[in-house]
């Protein structure tokens, strides 16, 4: 899920020039370097479920994640700030930063006068939640976590499933990165749609693939 300003910029553009664009990436194993260190982490791996590799995260997998074990804003917080430098990390910040504004203002009490007064463009409702941690070598291990958000019913609109990978070292120090998705926006016929799937082999190297279609 990219920054709503940007696919909405993105999109007039595309409607204006009447015409469909498609691009791919492919990356393959990813830079895992970590530049921050997080003063307390905040996941514990005995409330994650264990997954095995190799780890497929396909559609179907996106498309089936369980979303009941929900994680706080203050959780994805203290994970730090450190992105993956480029398109794997690129646009993070929109999604975790529209959780927490939702998230708060549902600890808060204030969620009901929010949906009162939303709008169009806006975000109605967005969740996190908890997917699994794989254990990789030399203690590292990658918490797999979700972030599932739509906007106010109406054009334009947005909704997606986006899920993060956090790779921890023995340190815990943490990178976030983007593992798979499946996204959607636009305002009819201007489209945006997303789509990137995961791999994760037993040597723990990562294949990510990303497709954004405009029509």
Known sequence: MKNYIFLFCVLLFASCNNEEQKK???????????????????????????????LNMDT????????????????????????????????????????????????????????????IGMTKTCIAYKVGVVNLSDGNKIFIWGITNASYEACPFFSGTLLVGTFVNKNNEATLFNMAELSAGGDPPAMM???????LNFLGSRFIKQTVSLT
């Open 24 to 54: 791919s990436a492919d990356v393959v194993k990813s830079d895992s370097s970590v530049v921050e260190t997080t003063s307390s982490f905040p996941f514990l791996e005995k409330n994650f479920k264990q997954l095995t590799l190799p």
């Open 60 to 119: 179907l997998f996106v498309q089936t994640v369980d979303t009941n074990h929900r994680i706080t804003y203050q959780q994805i917080r203290q994970l730090g700030i450190n992105f993956l430098k480029g398109q794997l990390g690129d646009g993070l910040v929109y999604d975790i930063n529209e959780h927490a504004q939702i998230d708060s203002l549902k600890q808060s009490g204030g969620y009901k006068a929010y949906l009162e007064k939303l709008d």
């Open 193 to 199: 749609d997303t789509e990137t799937m995961g791999q």
